[in-house]
């Protein structure tokens, strides 16, 4: 049985007490009203007088009228104080327990004073209508969740003061929660002023009504006749169901929830959900899905196509004949004679019957271009039991109803996009090859509805493969003028048609925004980029360059559904849909010239958002989190640039490219900067510049030091790329460059000559020339010692010193080797701070440390690593997985495999879920937990792993023989070499034998030593690491 009035407030009242009794609230009763409240917060004035709490306390009781009437519509609508008491009491236990930390109470008080200032004049419209059972239910929902608020500010600062104060101080969470119970009275407080106005328009309305009714009994109005029976269920729906529809489950689900919210005793009027969206998302199809799917749950449903007031209107009156009210009365004319009812009265008599029905009634209003078209005929009645669902462009379509809920249509999923092309072709069971390619388009289209369907019938009036429409699917315009077809018969307008008839719509600026932003990252773009590149180039529309005036341009887009506009970390942010990029770019296509010229806005915009990079291809990490920004947009110009055909080629997007694929060579990201380097390196030779112009320095540069890293695979590649370095600096020292942003200052020339010298002598160390290295880097040295100083040029020295300690370390000289790579390590963090940059260094410090057989220097050395490449580049980038190995490897050398797993193990599932991680890296990472497994007895494991390791490693000796030293000692040298690490040819095995003796002899000494003393070995000796390293 339903609870009454009183019995609800009764019971939501005891809830609520028993909660402050349990945060230890026992003061809060003792607050029965306004009084008695003020002059608690007086007191409590009086024992912090020495802190700012008084001024606070007096600025809220300053701020306080709209609580007091807040109390005094609940004492009215309770009819005693008893449940407004609360109020004062959940209040004033928020201020005692806030007024220990200022701070705190600060916070505190801002909320308060926002919340009270928000509040209506309760008690005021509660006068006006004193016995309305509907506005009970947002008045109590504001009261339970003011009190919640109460008790969560509560729950924070009474329990613990000191560590809810550190909380508070270190954690949003807290304030995140009352802020949150704020939007959320926000909303009840809303609410209530709606049905406030919705029962001051019914009862206008009724007092109209009343006024034809005594106007008819004096024998002026119409004369009744009897209603007809009428035979329920009814259902006016126009269009058939969609048997091809597809996914939506969840979003149909919510619908029917918000429509269904209040089912029985409804006194909140019926229940309204709006789905907007823009046109071709799927917004009609999954309200007419609804409608048949849930049939069953109505007695009555009806269709309205709402696109305009007329067809509105038509199919409104048309549902007093549906339901038999057009012949409840008939108007008498001047003689007597009846005459047909008009359009206006089969629309009141429509909507009456809306109102008073006990039918459990659908109305659906499809495609609604504007609320004024549907105001007139919203039912009003509170008591109804009926459901209202609309459609719409409209992305903020005004709240109608005391239930709504309007909902965004999001893009199908892949997964669901991928099964409606599916099942749109007809392919229950695809084969695994059609199901991947099916996936690509699905992405590529984006989710979108419409461009699914009209992809499916493309495909199948072409009769053409999968395979072969996704490879024409970006460069062709014809495959997205997509005719009408069978799946999109039921929707009026094809998918060119939907843009066509949006973009017409749209001013000349506001067009050529939304063009410029079709070259951009569809799914962010940063507004500031695009209004402050503006104000700087004037090939664009200096209209642009006006933020008043770009935010009216997006308000129109977004109107639309062009543009979605966001604010994230109080930025905004504009994206689009990708069907929709598509579209724009191909009608760009089909005028060559004017897409070329936008191409060059949208590129002079990223121009000035990316800045240059050093012209000797030196990471600058002060840059790295602009890059990290504006990087997609510099993808996104690359990708549009070659689809659709013809391809937009220019030197300034070769800039962009170039300096891109510097950020991600300095970031550790190899296989982005060697793909975006070799696109940028194909682009200059279809534009004819020279194979030595210094355009192409960077390319080569970080071309060279990247592919080294792939492992012995890409020496030889490595190695050329570095050999056009030098020849382009040769080339270039006596000549000019077309490269006209270059100035370089004499400097500059001699940081690019040096820095030749060095690179090419990193692909001899790589290469196995060993002594072409040493003389390489013996030249750099002296060059920078001539020109600079270890602090003006810190990296410059940190490069040529860690090279140098390579080649100290293949000739067997481990101490001055160290040395001089802990100098580079230390310049290395002067120029790069803890960067990707001195990882890259300390990776090969660690492998020196290595070869000296000082395996825990190593060990601390990665897990030092570690840290930081996880916090700069997350755990799937390579640097990071190289930590793991080496920290694996360096246990596994000191005899504890059962450490060394966890390690590698974790190595080699990156390796798995990380496309670019070289194959050699792979490999490496299974031999070396094979050697693990082994020795903790787990023999199946480690001999299925070591097979897979030993299939590459005899397939890369085969093939790189010349550049490998295959009878190593240890066969884990020859996987290092495979993956990255050198290793000495041209030195004899004696040094590395008679090094393993000086450890064993040492390590003998120390024990001996402490047999003598009749003691354990010291802390710190060399234990079992150097037993191990001999």
């Given at each position: 049985?339903?609870?009454?009035?009183?019995?609800?407030?009764?019971?939501?009242?005891?809830?609520?007490?028993?909660?402050?009794?349990?945060?230890?609230?026992?003061?809060?009763?003792?607050?029965?009203?306004?009084?008695?409240?003020?002059?608690?917060?007086?007191?409590?004035?009086?024992?912090?007088?020495?802190?700012?709490?008084?001024?606070l306390?007096?600025?809220?009781?300053?701020?306080?009228?709209?609580?007091?009437?807040?109390?005094?519509?609940?004492?009215?609508?309770?009819?005693?104080?008893?449940?407004?008491?609360?109020?004062?009491?959940?209040?004033?236990?928020v201020?005692?327990?806030?007024?220990?930390?200022?701070?705190?109470?600060?916070?505190?008080?801002?909320?308060?004073v926002?919340?009270?200032n928000?509040?209506?004049?309760?008690?005021a419209?509660?006068?006006l209508?004193?016995?309305?059972?509907?506005?009970?239910?947002?008045?109590?929902?504001?009261?339970?969740e003011?009190?919640?608020?109460?008790?969560?500010?509560?729950?924070?600062?009474?329990?613990?003061?000191?560590?809810?104060?550190?909380?508070?101080?270190?954690?949003?969470?807290?304030?995140?929660?009352?802020?949150?119970?704020?939007?959320?009275?926000?909303?009840?407080?809303?609410?209530?002023?709606?049905?406030?106005?919705?029962?001051?328009?019914?009862?206008?309305?009724?007092?109209?009504?009343?006024?034809?009714?005594?106007?008819?009994?004096?024998g002026?109005?119409?004369?009744?006749?009897?209603?007809?029976?009428?035979?329920?269920?009814?259902?006016?729906?126009?269009?058939?169901?969609?048997?091809?529809?597809?996914?939506?489950?969840?979003?149909?689900?919510?619908?029917?929830?918000?429509?269904?919210?209040?089912?029985?005793?409804?006194?909140?009027?019926?229940?309204?959900?709006?789905?907007?969206?823009?046109?071709?998302?799927?917004?009609?199809q999954?309200?007419?899905?609804?409608t048949?799917?849930?049939?069953?749950?109505?007695?009555?449903?009806?269709?309205?196509?709402?696109?305009?007031?007329?067809?509105?209107?038509?199919a409104?009156?048309?549902?007093?004949?549906?339901?038999?009210?057009?012949?409840?009365?008939?108007?008498?004319?001047?003689?007597g004679?009846?005459?047909?009812?008009?359009?206006?009265?089969?629309?009141?008599?429509?909507?009456?019957?809306?109102?008073?029905?006990?039918?459990?009634?659908?109305?659906?209003?499809?495609?609604?271009?504007?609320?004024?078209?549907?105001?007139?005929?919203?039912?009003n009645?509170?008591?109804?039991?009926?459901?209202?669902?609309?459609?719409?462009?409209?992305?903020?379509?005004?709240?109608?109803?005391?239930?709504?809920?309007?909902?965004?249509?999001?893009?199908?999923?892949?997964?669901?996009?991928t099964?409606?092309?599916?099942?749109?072709?007809?392919?229950?069971?695809?084969?695994?090859e059609?199901k991947?390619?099916?996936?690509?388009?699905?992405?590529?289209?984006?989710?979108?509805?419409?461009?699914?369907?009209?992809?499916?019938?493309y495909?199948?009036?072409?009769?053409?493969?999968?395979?072969?429409?996704?490879?024409?699917?970006?460069?062709?315009?014809?495959?997205?003028?997509?005719?009408?077809?069978?799946?999109?018969?039921?929707?009026?307008?094809?998918?060119?048609?939907?843009?066509?008839?949006?973009?017409?719509e749209?001013?000349?600026?506001?067009?050529?925004?939304?063009?410029?932003?079709?070259?951009?990252n569809?799914?962010?773009?940063?507004?500031?980029?695009?209004?402050?590149?503006?104000?700087?180039?004037?090939?664009?529309?200096?209209?642009?360059?006006?933020?008043?005036?770009?935010?009216?341009?997006?308000r129109?887009?977004?109107?639309?559904?062009?543009?979605?506009?966001t604010?994230?970390?109080?930025k905004?942010?504009?994206?689009?849909?990708?069907?929709?990029?598509?579209i724009?770019?191909?009608?760009?296509?089909?005028?060559?010239?004017?897409?070329?010229?936008?191409?060059?806005?949208?590129?002079?915009?990223?121009?000035?958002?990316?800045?240059?990079?050093?012209?000797?291809?030196?990471?600058?990490?002060?840059?790295?989190?602009?890059?990290?920004?504006?990087?997609?947009?510099?993808?996104?110009?690359?990708?549009?640039a070659?689809n659709?055909?013809?391809?937009?080629?220019?030197?300034?997007?070769?800039?962009?490219?170039?300096?891109?694929?510097?950020?991600?060579?300095?970031?550790?990201?190899?296989?982005?900067?060697?793909?975006?380097?070799?696109?940028?390196?194909?682009?200059?030779?279809?534009?004819?510049?020279?194979?030595?112009?210094?355009?192409?320095?960077?390319?080569?540069?970080?071309?060279?030091?990247?592919l080294?890293?792939?492992?012995?695979?890409?020496?030889?590649?490595?190695?050329?790329?570095?050999?056009?370095?030098?020849?382009?600096?040769l080339?270039?020292?006596?000549?000019?460059?077309?490269?006209?942003?270059?100035?370089?200052?004499?400097?500059?020339?001699?940081?690019?000559?040096?820095?030749?010298?060095?690179?090419?002598?990193?692909?001899?160390?790589?290469c196995?020339?060993?002594?072409?290295?040493d003389?390489k880097?013996?030249?750099?040295?002296?060059?920078?010692?001539?020109?600079?100083?270890?602090?003006?040029?810190?990296?410059?020295?940190?490069?040529?010193?860690?090279?140098?300690?390579?080649?100290?370390?293949?000739?067997?000289?481990?101490?001055?080797?160290?040395?001089?790579?802990?100098?580079?390590?230390?310049?290395?963090?002067?120029?790069?701070?803890?960067?990707?940059?001195?990882?890259?260094?300390?990776?090969?410090?660690?492998w020196?440390?290595?070869?000296?057989?000082?395996?825990?220097?190593?060990?601390?050395?990665?897990?030092?690593?570690?840290?930081?490449?996880?916090?700069?580049?997350?755990?799937?980038?390579?640097?990071?997985?190289?930590?793991?190995?080496?920290?694996?490897?360096?246990?596994?050398?000191?005899?504890?495999?059962?450490?060394?797993?966890?390690?590698?193990?974790?190595?080699?599932?990156?390796?798995?879920?990380?496309?670019?991680?070289?194959?050699?890296?792979?490999?490496?990472?299974?031999?070396?937990?094979?050697?693990?497994?082994?020795?903790?007895?787990?023999?199946?494991?480690?001999?299925?792993?070591?097979?897979?390791?030993?299939?590459?490693?005899?397939?890369?000796?085969?093939?790189?023989?010349?550049?490998?030293?295959?009878?190593?000692?240890?066969?884990?040298?020859?996987?290092?070499?495979?993956?990255?690490?050198?290793?000495?040819?041209?030195?004899?095995?004696?040094?590395?034998?008679?090094?393993?003796?000086?450890?064993?002899?040492?390590?003998?000494?120390?024990?001996?030593?402490?047999?003598?003393?009749?003691?354990?070995?010291?802390?710190?000796?060399?234990?079992?690491?150097?037993?191990?390293?001999?």
């Open positions: 049985m339903a609870l009454g009035h009183t019995e609800l407030w009764e019971k939501l009242v005891l809830e609520k007490t028993h909660k402050f009794q349990h945060e230890n609230c026992n003061t809060f009763t003792k607050i029965p009203d306004f009084e008695v409240f003020r002059t608690s917060l007086i007191d409590l004035s009086v024992s912090y007088s020495r802190t700012k709490v008084p001024t306390i007096q600025r809220l009781l300053t701020s306080i009228k709209h609580l007091q009437s807040f109390s005094a519509a609940i004492t009215s609508s309770t009819q005693g104080s008893w449940a407004a008491s609360l109020v004062w009491g959940g209040t004033q236990a201020i005692v327990c806030a007024c220990k930390h200022a701070e705190m109470l600060e916070s505190i008080v801002d909320i308060l926002d919340l009270n928000s509040l209506p004049m309760f008690d419209y509660l006068a209508f004193p016995d309305n059972p509907s506005l009970q239910w947002p008045l109590r929902d504001l009261y339970a003011y009190l919640d608020f109460c008790l969560r500010a509560v729950k924070y600062l009474n329990t613990n003061a000191l560590y809810s104060f550190t909380r508070w101080i270190w954690t949003s969470s807290p304030l995140q929660k009352l802020q949150q119970s704020q939007a959320k009275m926000q909303k009840y407080r809303k609410l209530f002023e709606q049905e406030t106005e919705l029962i001051h328009r019914e009862t206008l309305r009724k007092q109209h009504i009343e006024t034809i009714r005594l106007l008819s009994r004096s002026l109005g119409e004369e009744k006749v009897n209603q007809p029976e009428v035979s329920f269920p009814v259902y006016s729906i126009p269009l058939l169901r969609n048997l091809q529809f597809s996914g939506r489950e969840a979003l149909l689900l919510q619908v029917h929830k918000s429509l269904k919210a209040v089912e029985s005793d409804n006194l909140s009027g019926p229940s309204c959900c709006v789905l907007n969206g823009c046109g071709g998302i799927g917004k009609t999954t309200a007419l899905e609804y048949y799917r849930y049939r069953d749950t109505y007695d009555a449903i009806f269709w309205i196509s709402a696109p305009n007031a007329i067809e509105l209107a038509s409104y009156s048309t549902i007093a004949s549906k339901i038999g009210v057009s012949t409840l009365s008939s108007s008498l004319s001047t003689n004679s009846r005459q047909s009812k008009d359009m206006n009265s089969m629309i009141e008599e429509a909507r009456n019957w809306f109102d008073g029905s006990n039918c459990n009634w659908l109305l659906i209003f499809d495609n609604v271009n504007s609320w004024k078209d549907i105001a007139t005929y919203m039912p009645n509170m008591r109804t039991r009926g459901s209202i669902l609309i459609t719409t462009q409209i992305p903020d379509l005004s709240q109608c109803t005391a239930i709504f809920t309007n909902i965004a249509v999001a893009p199908l999923t892949v997964v669901e996009s099964c409606l092309l599916m099942q749109l072709l007809g392919r229950k069971e695809p084969l695994m059609d991947a390619v099916a996936e690509k388009i699905a992405k590529a289209l984006g989710g979108y509805p419409l461009s699914i369907a009209t992809v499916g019938g495909i199948l009036q072409s009769n053409c493969s999968l395979e072969e429409y996704f490879k024409r699917f970006n460069r062709s315009s014809v495959l997205w003028r997509g005719e009408s077809n069978t799946f999109t018969w039921q929707y009026e307008k094809t998918l060119q048609n939907v843009c066509d008839v949006a973009l017409s749209l001013p000349t600026t506001a067009l050529e925004l939304l063009e410029i932003l079709a070259f951009l569809p799914d962010e773009i940063p507004e500031g980029m695009i209004v402050g590149a503006c104000k700087e180039n004037d090939t664009i529309s200096q209209e642009l360059e006006d933020l008043d005036l770009f935010q009216e341009m997006t129109k887009l977004s109107r639309r559904q062009l543009v979605r506009r604010l994230r970390e109080d905004y942010y504009l994206s689009m849909h990708r069907s929709l990029q598509w724009v770019l191909h009608r760009l296509a089909g005028d060559p010239a004017h897409r070329n010229k936008v191409f060059l806005k949208a590129i002079a915009i990223v121009r000035r958002a990316i800045p240059r990079s050093s012209p000797v291809a030196t990471p600058d990490p002060a840059k790295w989190p602009i890059f990290e920004l504006y990087l997609p947009q510099v993808l996104s110009l690359q990708e549009h070659a659709p055909l013809p391809p937009l080629e220019t030197i300034e997007l070769c800039r962009l490219l170039i300096d891109s694929g510097v950020y991600l060579w300095g970031r550790g990201l190899s296989s982005d900067s060697i793909q975006i380097m070799t696109a940028a390196s194909h682009m200059l030779d279809h534009l004819g510049i020279t194979k030595l112009d210094f355009l192409r320095y960077n390319i080569h540069a970080a071309l060279g030091a990247t080294i890293l792939e492992g012995v695979t890409k020496y030889r590649e490595a190695l050329f790329h570095k050999q056009r370095v030098y020849e382009i600096y080339a270039y020292k006596d000549s000019p460059t077309t490269d006209t942003h270059l100035s370089l200052s004499l400097d500059v020339k001699q940081q690019i000559h040096s820095l030749s010298e060095s690179g090419l002598g990193v692909a001899y160390l790589f196995g020339q060993f002594e072409n290295a003389e880097f013996a030249t750099t040295l002296s060059l920078i010692q001539e020109t600079s100083t270890e602090e003006a040029a810190p990296l410059q020295f940190a490069r040529c010193y860690v090279n140098i300690a390579l080649v100290r370390a293949f000739q067997g000289r481990y101490t001055e080797s160290l040395e001089l790579a802990g100098q580079a390590e230390a310049l290395a963090i002067r120029a790069f701070g803890e960067s990707g940059g001195t990882v890259y260094y300390r990776f090969l410090i660690h020196i440390l290595n070869m000296a057989g000082r395996f825990s220097e190593s060990l601390a050395l990665n897990e030092n690593n570690l840290a930081i490449s996880i916090q700069l580049n997350g755990k799937r980038n390579v640097q990071t997985i190289n930590a793991y190995i080496g920290i694996g490897i360096a246990h596994l050398r000191m005899g504890n495999a059962r450490e060394a797993e966890p390690s590698l193990r974790m190595a080699l599932d990156y390796c798995k879920e990380t496309m670019w991680v070289p194959a050699a890296t792979i490999a490496r990472t299974q031999f070396y937990l094979s050697q693990a497994l082994s020795n903790l007895g787990k023999d199946s494991e480690a001999h299925s792993l070591r097979t897979k390791a030993e299939s590459l490693r005899v397939k890369l000796v085969s093939e790189f023989g010349d550049l490998l030293t295959v009878d190593c000692p240890d066969e884990g040298f020859v996987y290092d070499q495979i993956a990255f690490i050198p290793y000495p040819r041209h030195y004899s095995y004696g040094i590395l034998q008679r090094e393993r003796v000086a450890l064993m002899q040492e390590a003998t000494d120390e024990i001996l030593a402490a047999e003598d003393r009749g003691g354990p070995l010291k802390t710190g000796s060399l234990s079992r690491s150097t037993f191990a390293a001999a």
